[in-house]
């Protein structure tokens, strides 16, 4: 077992992103999206961070570009997306669990960057 030089960070979304994702749900889509994005979210690696206060600042960061996937899995038109959006904002629409360790149990092959 390896530890990797990463955080992960899990974002579920919350009532406000159904609430959006349903003003251009044209197919009736939405319920069963948000329902997927929290049985199977997706996780994200960020940079390290070894101290639980230096959470907040990898947070801080990264949300705009956490937010923009989340957005982006909905409607890729931006021109769609939330304008002014803030990290207060972020919290609102979206639960986020995050952690320091990231444990890579399976070294019978490589990482490696899919396209």
């Known amino acids: 077992m390896e530890t990797l030089n990463r955080s992960a960070v899990i974002v579920k979304p919350r009532h ?3 609430e959006w994702a349903r003003r251009d749900d044209d197919e009736g889509l939405a319920e069963s999206v948000f329902e997927a994005l929290h049985a199977e979210p997706t996780v994200y690696l960020l940079p390290e961070y070894d101290e639980p206060s230096s959470q907040h600042e990898v947070l801080e960061e990264f949300w705009p570009v956490l ?3 989340m957005l982006e899995g909905w409607v890729m038109d931006e021109s769609h997306w939330p304008k002014n959006r803030t990290l207060q904002m972020f919290q609102e629409w979206f ?6 360790i990231v444990e890579d149990l399976y070294l019978g092959e490589a990482l490696e960057y899919l396209q």
């Open 16 to 18: 406000p992103y159904l």
């Open 67 to 69: 937010f923009e996937a």
């Open 95 to 100: 639960e986020v669990q995050m952690s320091s």
